[in-house]
């Protein structure tokens, strides 16, 4: 019984993302704004934070906290897909963001971003974001996936 009752969770929780993405969708004010376009500003708005941070420890906070929570919505978007290149997609999306996580904290071969430089790398995480858009295609569908999960972090 409780996994039945897991079962109708998952597609109630499937059903409410659905919902909120068409009301996001569907939103007179947003209406012209694709998923894609949303996930860019969710990172632009990101760098921003990272700029206004008045010390270094912030700064690499939030680039943490950011890159985390970008890992957190791709995992679960990937689990609620079932198309084989989508998880591909997302799996080479979640590849660049623990590659960024690995640069900022100087684990797995690199050396970590020295304090002063925590600007320059925030606008580096956005630039390749925006290029792998280009290389690495998502659906709209998981594009909008992923920024409802991002919002709901």
Known sequence: MPFVAMQTDFRLSKILALTCGLLLVTAPARADVTPHEQLKQHIHDAVEKVKAAPTAAEKRSILDDELRAMTTALN??????????????????RARVQEKLDELHGQNGYTA????????????????????????????????????ILLLL
């Open 76 to 93: 679960r978007a990937r689990q609620m897909t079932d198309r084989s290149s989508e998880k591909e997609s997302i799996d080479a999306l």
């Open 113 to 148: 971003v020295p304090d002063g430089e925590l600007d320059t790398f925030a606008d580096y995480v956005q630039q390749d974001f925006e290029q792998a858009d280009r290389v690495v295609t998502i659906s709209v569908t998981t594009a909008l996936l992923i920024v409802l």
